[in-house]
């Protein structure tokens, strides 16, 4: 049983617009929630997290919005760039478990 | 520069054969982590160590073994290799403390025929 799913394999968005990848979860002790961006032939980078106390979370272009009743997070990306092109995955953790559990991830891919 | 370190960065193995993968960290975490990455089935944790001296069963940890003598080193050893254990290795580590985030190596990238 997935605990974590990222249902869109792919995702092709224009360089400016916005990119949303999405996230399900089925497990809710999940307290902690984080995005990894991950290149070719690279070890996955840590994005963005958020807590469970929290519904929304910014970094300059990125923000993560977590829904708790839908079980359901998002990564926006604004305005996407040509560098964003990436596998991204999302994680989610229980309390101090610090193990995480990932979903099989997005591959985004910003066109010029 | 501190970070993790991976070796080898890649390696063909012939079935039935041992292999130590090695990771190794410079940032004095507490806990390390080992994770395969297959196409479309994205990363699962094979086996974990919260501190020094301590490992715990990941996900998919048949097949694999580890251990954690010192803080730094954390191999992850296939006693026999099979076919179904190519795939795309990659260690991390994270503070084991607060927000936690863990930092990835570079992977290695094994091959068993």
Same mark, same amino acid.
């Given at each position: 049983?997935?605990?974590?799913?990222?249902?869109?394999?792919?995702?092709?968005?224009?360089? &400016?617009?916005? /990119?949303?990848?999405?996230?399900?979860?089925?497990?809710?002790?999940?307290?902690?929630?984080?995005?990894?961006?991950?290149?070719?032939?690279? $070890?996955?980078?840590?994005?963005?997290?958020?807590?469970?106390? *929290?519904? *929304?979370?910014?970094? $300059?272009?990125?923000?993560?919005?977590?829904? *708790?009743?839908?079980?359901?997070?998002?990564?926006?990306?604004?305005?996407?760039?040509? $560098?964003? /092109?990436?596998?991204?995955?999302?994680?989610?953790?229980? &309390?101090?478990?610090? *193990?995480?559990?990932? $979903?099989? &991830?997005?591959?985004?891919?910003?066109?010029? | 520069?501190?970070?993790?370190?991976? %070796?080898?960065? =890649?390696?063909?193995?012939? %079935? #039935?054969?041992?292999?130590?993968?090695?990771?190794?960290?410079?940032?004095? +975490?507490? %806990?390390? @982590?080992? @994770?395969?990455?297959?196409?479309?089935?994205?990363?699962?944790?094979? +086996?974990? =160590?919260?501190?020094? #001296?301590?490992?715990?069963? #990941?996900?998919?940890?048949?097949?694999?073994?580890? =251990?954690?003598?010192?803080?730094?080193?954390?191999?992850?050893?296939? %006693?026999?290799?099979?076919?179904?254990?190519?795939?795309?290795?990659?260690?991390?580590? =994270?503070?084991?403390?607060?927000?936690?985030?863990?930092?990835?190596?570079?992977?290695?990238?094994?091959?068993?025929?």
């Amino acid at each position: 049983d997935q605990q974590v799913k990222q249902n869109s394999p792919s995702l092709s968005v224009q360089e &400016g617009r916005i /990119s949303i990848l999405n996230c399900d979860y089925t497990n809710s002790m999940f307290d902690y929630f984080l995005w990894y961006k991950k290149y070719p032939a690279e $070890g996955p980078t840590f994005l963005i997290s958020i807590s469970s106390i *929290k519904d *929304k979370n910014e970094d $300059g272009r990125f923000t993560v919005f977590l829904n *708790k009743s839908a079980k359901h997070l998002s990564l926006h990306i604004v305005p996407s760039q040509p $560098g964003d /092109s990436a596998v991204y995955f999302c994680a989610a953790r229980v &309390g101090s478990n610090y *193990k995480l559990t990932f $979903g099989k &991830g997005t591959l985004l891919t910003v066109n010029p | 520069i501190a970070g993790i370190t991976q %070796a080898p960065t =890649s390696q063909i193995l012939a %079935a #039935g054969r041992r292999m130590t993968l090695r990771c190794t960290q410079d940032m004095r +975490h507490n %806990a390390m @982590y080992w @994770y395969r990455q297959d196409l479309g089935l994205g990363l699962r944790l094979i +086996h974990y =160590s919260n501190t020094a #001296g301590t490992t715990g069963k #990941g996900e998919v940890p048949d097949g694999y073994s580890v =251990s954690r003598a010192n803080t730094d080193d954390f191999p992850l050893t296939l %006693a026999s290799a099979v076919p179904s254990q190519t795939s795309v290795y990659f260690c991390a580590s =994270s503070p084991g403390t607060g927000a936690d985030t863990q930092y990835f190596g570079p992977g290695t990238r094994l091959t068993v025929l």
